[in-house]
């Protein structure tokens, strides 16, 4: 078995102070740049002497809204900071890292140079919200339309990014759908622990089916898709800690399992088991 690292680089700090990704300056900006970067090259050294495979460079960054080209936000100033770190990044990796390299593990952000030096990069096809209609008659079918929609304009995205139609990097499909009933049109809640209090998670219904469309749509598309070669597929927190389904409020294990997209012990754990046997 091999293991892949990856992470989420938080934008609270130990004091509880948070960076406000549509007001954030590119003084603090660089801060957290700078802090990242001595990070990770210091988690890749780790990452080499314990024999990890390979290993995610780049961060959670969606919450700096500012270097997206899509939002209403974007600053292109903000966007040359974040990838001129990647690249310097990537650069020191590699000569303390000799596993493999993937970029874009949580989004989609990248320009040729980053293109040349990663050996995979990873996508999460994403959907729009489902009208209420759609949600009522909800399918395998229509769900692999929109998955199949999402990828087309993942792929225009990523070659407007690198300047080329032709993309070599193979890719590794991060898949999620929860088991939440209203997933598919209210959209992803948090289920590893309490948003706020009271907990909001305890009123939500679970519907097990609802994922299990989902997979199934998501590795369809996948299998049948030819804009990308695949390095392997993801299925984004397979497995829950425990067996049960019942929201956990203890000090070790905390989280709501009926609505995770975790697939253990839910009818989509059989279509995941069927997907990865062929």
């Known amino acids: 078995m091999e293991v892949f690292y990856s992470q989420q680089f938080d934008y609270i700090d130990l004091k509880g102070n948070s960076v406000d990704a549509n007001t954030i300056t590119k003084g603090d900006f660089k801060k957290t740049l700078d802090a990242y970067h001595i990070f990770i090259?210091?988690?890749?050294?780790?990452?080499?002497?314990?024999?990890?495979?390979?290993?995610?460079?780049?961060?959670?960054?969606?919450?700096?809204?500012?270097?997206?080209?899509?939002?209403?936000?974007?600053?292109?100033?903000?966007?040359?900071?974040?990838?001129?770190?990647?690249?310097?990044?990537?650069?020191?990796?590699?000569?303390?890292?000799?596993?493999?390299?993937?970029?874009?593990?949580?989004?989609?952000?990248?320009?040729?140079?980053?293109?040349?030096?990663?050996?995979?990069?990873?996508?999460?096809?994403?959907?729009?919200?489902?009208?209420?209609?759609?949600?009522?008659?909800?399918?395998?079918?229509?769900?692999?339309?929109?998955?199949?929609?999402?990828?087309?304009?993942?792929?225009?995205?990523?070659?407007?990014?690198?300047?080329?139609?032709?993309?070599?990097?193979?890719?590794?499909?991060?898949?999620?759908?929860?088991?939440?009933?209203?997933?598919?049109?209210?959209?992803?809640?948090?289920?590893a622990f309490c948003s706020v209090f009271p907990c909001p998670q305890l009123t939500y219904k679970s519907d097990f089916s609802i994922q299990a469309i989902g997979y199934e749509a998501m590795l369809e598309v996948v299998s049948e898709q030819s804009h990308f070669g695949t390095n392997s597929v993801n299925i984004d927190v397979g497995y829950w800690l425990s067996d049960d389904m019942v929201p956990h409020f203890g000090e070790h294990q905390p989280g709501f399992p009926n609505l995770n997209q975790s697939v253990r012990n839910k009818p989509a754990e059989g279509i995941v088991r069927y997907w990865f046997g062929r």
């Open 41 to 191: 090259v210091n988690q890749a050294r780790f990452n080499q002497q314990i024999g990890i495979a390979g290993m995610g460079v780049d961060y959670a960054y969606p919450w700096v809204s500012k270097i997206f080209t899509n939002e209403a936000t974007y600053d292109p100033e903000f966007r040359a900071m974040f990838l001129n770190e990647m690249n310097l990044i990537i650069d020191e990796i590699r000569a303390v890292f000799s596993g493999k390299i993937v970029m874009n593990t949580i989004g989609t952000i990248l320009d040729n140079r980053i293109a040349a030096k990663v050996d995979a990069i990873g996508v999460t096809p994403l959907i729009g919200l489902l009208t209420s209609d759609e949600y009522k008659h909800l399918t395998v079918e229509l769900l692999k339309s929109k998955y199949k929609a999402a990828i087309e304009q993942k792929y225009l995205d990523i070659s407007n990014q690198i300047g080329s139609t032709v993309i070599n990097l193979p890719v590794i499909w991060n898949l999620q759908a929860q088991s939440y009933a209203n997933y598919y049109d209210i959209g992803w809640t948090e289920s």
